[in-house]
């Protein structure tokens, strides 16, 4: 029978599991039938993406790497993307970004996560000193346009620094699994060599893949690398002498991300540059910060501060979000922080996002704020 | 005239010290707050959960009078628990810090038949923020029960009684009619499109709420689709006396006092306070008691502070029972059988003309009569 016209139809499995799933969320009103399942599977829900940990491996002496197994509502990745990851640290829930450093393509559904510990990192810490086997997370679906290009470039160069290294891994171990074989040169910046995430692998890569060259930089121990220093226009002539004809990817801190953009655009080939942005969490804002934007994200309108609780600024800027009693009691304001920090005018706590909730009658933005409203 | 709060010897710079001790009181326990709280309100709801599934399941076998009993039982402690300590406390912002999606405030719906978000505006916001004052706090006899020396006496509060019995008999569809609430339309305060929309937002859950358990599930159990329904009702009704017992203790008993629009215009947050205080009544129980009331039974704490994890309160009461007693504000506490007694006694009061005398005209109370009155309660 030729229905080649007629949109494709779900198997009839799906649908019946579809209809049953109705049936159950119809028993189980109000709750839905997840919130039963997870009494017995805490891995299994049937719209939130939610991962067990199946391996944990502390390699470097800051870092961990984690395996997950999502369940079934994860979409996969491509390379170069991230993950925001939930995870529960005396009873708050963290969210915090990470890019997937495994390859986006092969066999079975894991994913891999490296995470250093920063000193201010309070999610990267907990992580580092207590992720178990056995545990459930929470994730968002992968997110990013950093993303290795579908057809292969003739020529790829990777940079990172410290903990950026993951997403170009990806990219890297992708490009691998693809049996790409146009040359590709992977500089990365750590501040010792005991720090570099994925050391073994790169070198052994580098020795047996074909046209894989690693260049490795140690920024603290002067002469234990194969340059020294930060990155220049002399590290990528002495790295890829055909540096200005490649597909460039850096993911690091600010200032490598700065020099790269200069470097690219001094040879005009920004449009060739893609680069990845991580920062760290701004734990640092002072409370008495009143400069910054504040973003309402739903509306996608933006208005620069003035230094009242959020909820104000909305109203003056023509919103009308729910509100109540106006004194932090009642809780009807309540609303999302997607970024940024934000000031408690009754206690003077800082609070900051992603991802927390904030009554926004009595949170006043310390410097640039967006709030899903 | 004098106010509540001259009558009670407390001035301008009294109340700001009083708000000044309660902020601290709030800190100190905002502080503590934590993994432990996480996993009690867990625990609860993982109760709560089986013991639905288990009420569910023993109705299977509800041909036999145990089975049918402990569905009974099963479901009334589900229901009881998933609206007071559950549903009530997460509704109220109590685990907003937590960032749990499951545990958070705009998010929760709870199974009772008025709308999670109409119930947060009307209970939250008016009745918290409100709380006792005259003609603004509507939770002040729910618009059908004289339970105020304020409200006009007229013939039809003879029925005072019989209206008490039959809301607290459909107790769950008075709370989803009450935000409704077509008693403000016709004072204008409210719009007819407003009062539609909840009216059909309320009927729309409590549908859905009726077909689970007036249909679906008496189907499930076929022949004993009688039966079953009958449970599924019983259980319906056995929440709502509770609940309407519960929640009548914590303003209606003696001793509970009500304020007037004026004396709370601009009012400093210790004022604010001390309204919470002096129009909420506690009542006295063991660990148990107090779950299944939501904690509600230190309705005086849960005023104070309606957005800290209920399950907090009776670890603070102490301190709060101090400061009352340093201030000179009654504390208002006792057996459930005293304080149901006394709500029961108002009502019937009330039904009759007359004004007994308000709390606001009472001799100024000092810091010992006050206690000495502590110690007689």
Partial sequence: MATGVLPARRPLPARLLRQALRVFNAAATPYGVDRYVELVRPSWSSNEIRAKVVRVERSTPRSVTLTLRPNGNWAGFQAGQYTQLSVEIDGVRHTRCYSMANAAVGPGRLIELSVTAHPEGRVSQHLRQAARMGQTVGLSAAQGAFTLPECEPPRLLLISGGSGITPVMSMLRTRCARDWTNPVTFLHYALREADMLYRDELEALAATAANVRLVRVFTEEPGRGDLDGFLTAAHLEATEPGWAEAEAFVCGPAPLMDSARELFARVGRDDHLHTEAFTLAQFTAEAGNVDGTVRFGASEIGVASDGRPLLIQAEAAGLAPLSGCRMGICHTCTRRLCAGVVRDAVTGDLTNGPDVNIRICVSVPVGDVEIDL | ?377
């Fill in chain 2, 1 to 377: 005239m004098t106010t509540v709060a001259e009558a009670h010897g407390l001035t301008p710079a009294k109340l700001d010290a009083l708000a000044r001790e309660f902020e601290s009181l709030r800190g100190d326990i905002a502080a503590q707050l934590g993994g432990e709280d996480v996993r009690y309100i867990r625990r609860l709801i993982r109760v709560q959960r089986w013991s639905e599934v288990g009420g569910r399941a023993s109705l299977f076998l509800g041909f036999l009078p145990p089975f049918w009993l402990a569905g009974v039982a099963a479901l009334s402690l589900s229901k009881i628990l998933d609206n007071m300590e559950i549903g009530h406390n997460v509704l109220h912002g109590q685990y907003d810090w937590t960032n749990d999606p499951a545990l958070s405030s705009t998010d929760f719906e709870w199974d009772s038949s008025c709308p999670a978000k109409g119930w947060q505006h009307y209970h939250n916001y008016l009745h918290h923020t409100f709380t006792n004052i005259t003609k603004k706090d509507r939770d002040l006899g729910y618009g059908v029960i004289r339970v105020s020396a304020e409200t006009p006496w007229s013939p039809a509060n003879l029925g005072n009684p019989l209206y008490a019995l039959g809301l607290a008999v459909i107790f769950d569809h008075g709370i989803m009619l009450h935000d409704v609430d077509f008693g403000q339309v016709k004072e204008g305060k409210k719009t007819w499109a407003e009062a539609k929309l909840s009216l059909k937002n309320g009927l729309r859950k409590s549908g859905t709420l009726a077909f689970r358990d007036y249909i679906m599930w008496p189907a499930f159990t076929g022949p004993l689709f009688l039966s079953t329904l009958l449970a599924d009702a019983l259980a319906n009704l056995i929440r709502n006396l509770w609940a309407f017992m519960i929640i009548f203790c914590g303003h209606f008993p003696r001793g509970t006092a009500e304020f007037t629009e004026e004396e709370c215009e601009g009012e400093s947050k210790g004022h604010w306070y001390f309204r919470q205080m002096l129009g909420s009544a506690n009542i006295k129980g063991g660990r148990l008691f107090h779950i299944m009331c939501g904690n509600l039974s230190y309705q005086i704490e849960h005023h104070l502070f309606p957005d800290i994890p209920a399950r907090r309160y009776g670890q603070i009461a102490p301190q709060v029972r101090d400061i009352c007693e340093r201030y000179g504000i009654p504390y208002n506490t006792g057996r459930l059988s005293r304080q149901f007694g006394s709500v029961v006694a108002k009502i019937f009061r009330f039904a009759l003309p007359g004004r007994p005398k308000p709390v606001a005209s009472a001799p100024p109370r000092t810091p010992e009569t006050a206690a000495s009155e502590l110690m007689a309660a």
